[in-house]
């Protein structure tokens, strides 16, 4: 490839920070910076939402102190700050400021009085719980989740009809981590390719394309050992036949993990054949 066709450095969902989540590092400033120093074009900064209510609040944000009403108010505090951010490093690098959703009981209408709140410049969807359990939390967690769906297969069933109702009723422009529910299972390939698993994963792209939303192509679970990023190449495959828009996201929580492993989805995506002049979440110009 010559240089003039090196693909921009850009993440599609990013820049969680210790300031405003728990299980992040460092200010979202200190994370825009690193962003700039490594020459990125754009990036969506996407902090979690805050839980619905206590009963969603994660074991660490529980023993630091926080409840679902300081969430909240954290919560605003990061839009202001992050749009505050987008201002100051305008000529620098563009921003969005975005959030990643939840996808539990009552999480569409929580979702949709937020995005009307603060008018994100974009959302990404994504589901860490399946029956209301925190699945990727921890691999107990995990396990407890297989044991409430009935079995491994039921769970990814679960998984992506949970999905297909949170893709249809908040079109997000952006799908998190869409196979994220194998992150605990070693024999996710034979799973994913169950007829019942794989004709809800053709649906649900099918809904993407429909929808004309881009597919977030997260790194993450790459530093933390895993073979592959989200979604598994043949998920990436399928998408890229559609011509789904995917993006590279690298999920950084924290100055040290900007833009780690983010070469190595754009490797995929080239030798998918994927449409590397990657679209951005939203059509303002922020
Ligand atoms: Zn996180
Ligand atoms: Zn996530």
């Known amino acids: 490839m010559n240089p003039a066709d090196t693909p921009a450095l850009v993440s599609i969902h990013g820049g969680h920070s210790g300031q405003f989540c ?36 994660y074991p660490e944000e529980i023993r630091q102190g926080m409840d679902a009403g300081k969430m909240y108010r954290r ?15 305008r000529s620098q690098i563009q921003l969005f ?3 990643e959703l939840e ?35 921890s691999p107990e967690l995990y396990h407890a989740a297989v044991r409430a769906a009935g079995g491994l297969e039921e769970l990814y069933c679960s998984y992506f009809d949970a999905q297909f109702e949170m893709i249809t009723a908040i079109e997000p422009q952006v799908v998190g981590h869409f196979d994220l529910i194998r992150i605990f299972d070693d ?12 004709q809800r994963i053709g649906r649900n792209l ?49 100055a040290d993990t900007v833009g780690v492993n983010i070469d190595e989805a754009i490797r995929i995506l080239v030798e998918l054949g994927a449409d590397t002049n990657w679209r951005k979440p939203a059509a303002v110009d922020a």
């Open 22 to 57: 728990n299980h992040a590092s460092d200010l979202l400033d200190e994370v825009i910076q690193a962003y700039i120093d490594q020459r990125y074009t754009w990036v969506g900064i996407t902090e979690h939402i805050p839980p619905l209510s206590d009963r969603f609040l």
């Open 75 to 89: 919560f605003e505090q990061y839009v202001s700050a992050c749009r505050r951010l987008q201002d100051r490093y």
């Open 97 to 99: 400021v975005g959030c």
């Open 103 to 137: 996808s539990y009981e009552g999480a569409i209408g929580f979702a949709r009085q937020l995005m009307d709140t603060f008018s994100f410049d974009y959302v990404v969807g994504s589901l860490h719980h399946v029956d209301n359990i925190g699945f990727d939390y």
């Open 187 to 198: 024999g996710y390939k034979r799973r994913l390719a169950l007829p019942a698993v794989a």
């Open 206 to 254: 099918g809904l993407i394309r429909d929808l004309d939303l881009t597919l977030d192509c997260n790194v993450r679970a790459l530093s933390k050992g895993a073979a592959e990023p989200y979604p598994t190449r043949a998920i990436l495959q399928q998408a890229v036949d559609l011509g789904i828009s995917i993006v590279p996201g690298d999920d950084s929580h924290g």
